[in-house]
């Protein structure tokens, strides 16, 4: 009973996407707590991945989760790494910001007496910022990915023909010894791009992604100046980090 539950599940979550605990409670006449076992069950054997308050179709390395979904994830760490990547905003930069839920944080806070020039590939990004007087926005164009990301030829040669003081950017996975990871190769060349372009990289990055490998390999650590965290990871993972990035928490 319970195995055929939980192909129920998978077999919901094919069709829509995400799905909530309540939904599985009524379409499966079942209790909260067991839908939360299944689905903790079931994200153990990389099945699907859960979220806040329900589950979304998981495909494995590849999966990418869509940005409304990535943006309610881990709000708080997300709004607490802002802050902390606010204090390397000054006047008069010009900065690379990917299309990340973390620097969309970070845009949400950008005050508005910088005059500052932004460069994005993020749907969301700009039109946050263009209602600020004193920042300058220029958005990639190119395809536009899950209603938010801004991809292919177009996006990359405008990335490409400009240079930044600061990237602030973020990642699907990162680890010490294969540096940031990428769900698709589209994403992963934008910011490449910007990272070569960029005199100083900043990876905001919060803990869950932290030992998490991904399809397409981005950027070594090594060549990042900062990462900017939610808290202090684990000692062997600090061990590992090389002794040139700053790390702040």
Not at 134 to 148: D, P, T
Not at 159 to 188: H, K, M, W
Not at 210 to 235: E, G, N, W
Request: charged share 20%.
């Amino acid at each position: 009973m319970i195995q055929n539950r939980q192909q129920e599940i998978l077999e919901i979550l094919k069709q829509k996407g995400f799905v909530s605990v309540d939904e599985f409670c009524k379409l499966l006449y079942s209790s909260s707590s067991t839908i939360r076992r299944d689905l903790s069950e079931l994200e153990k054997r990389n099945m699907l991945k859960r979220v806040r308050g329900g589950a979304i179709a998981y495909n494995g390395i590849n999966s990418d989760l869509p940005f409304m979904l990535r943006s309610n994830t881990n709000l708080e760490s997300q709004k607490h790494i802002a802050w902390l990547a606010a204090n390397y905003v000054n006047h008069s930069m010009t900065l690379f910001m990917d299309s990340s839920s973390t620097t969309k944080c970070l845009a949400q806070i950008i005050e508005d007496n910088h005059n500052i020039s932004v460069i994005t590939n993020s749907v969301e990004i700009a039109y946050l910022l263009c209602t600020r007087s004193q920042v300058k926005v220029y958005a990639s164009g190119g395809h536009v990915r899950n209603n938010s990301t801004m991809v292919g030829s177009a996006a990359l040669r405008t990335v490409q023909d400009r240079f930044a003081d600061i990237f602030f950017f973020s990642c699907s996975g990162l680890s010490p010894e294969y540096g940031t990871s990428e769900t698709n190769e589209e994403s992963a060349s934008i910011k490449r791009a910007m990272f070569a372009n960029a005199s100083k990289r900043i990876l905001l990055c919060d803990h869950s992604k932290f030992d998490q490998v991904f399809s397409y390999k981005c950027i070594d650590i090594s060549a990042i100046d900062v990462l900017i965290t939610d808290q202090k990871p684990p000692q062997t993972f600090i061990e590992a980090l090389p002794a040139s990035l700053k790390l702040i928490y």
